[in-house]
Nanobody
Framework: VQLQASGGGLVQAGGSLRLSCTAS????????MGWYRQVPGKQRELVAT???????RYAESVKGRFSISRDNAKNTVYLQMNSLKPEDTAVYYC??????????WGKGTLVTVSS
């Protein structure tokens, strides 16, 4: 499974960005897809995940501001980020879990929120 993410960039506080991640390869085996983020010196943390059936999970820090969605036909997961804060600045990574228990990561996309 290969994951290609896009949509990062620079935005002012209060603004919005939409991240996209498209999977290719053995996409039939993907179960959960999600987004994680990491800042230098800190561990990678969960932002949001979504199952193939549409069940979502969010970090407390993004609830009510971020929305994850998934188009199974396009093998694509989206992260709509609204009301962005400077503390949302991070490298965002797309993730996919597969049926046999493996996990795959895309290259990160940088999101910078200026105050």
């Amino acid at each position: 499974v290969q994951l290609q993410a896009s949509g990062g960039g620079l935005v002012q506080a209060g603004g919005s960005l939409r991240l996209s991640c498209t999977a290719s390869g053995s996409t039939f085996s993907i179960t959960v897809m999600g987004w994680y983020r990491q800042v230098p010196g800190k561990q990678r943390e969960l932002v949001a995940t979504i199952t193939s059936g549409g069940t979502t999970r969010y970090a407390e820090s993004v609830k009510g501001r971020f929305s994850i969605s998934r188009d199974n036909a396009k093998n694509t997961v989206y992260l709509q980020m609204n009301s962005l804060k400077p503390e949302d600045t991070a490298v965002y990574y797309c993730n996919a879990d597969i049926l046999l228990g493996g996990t795959y990561w895309g290259k990160g996309t940088l999101v910078t929120v200026s105050s």
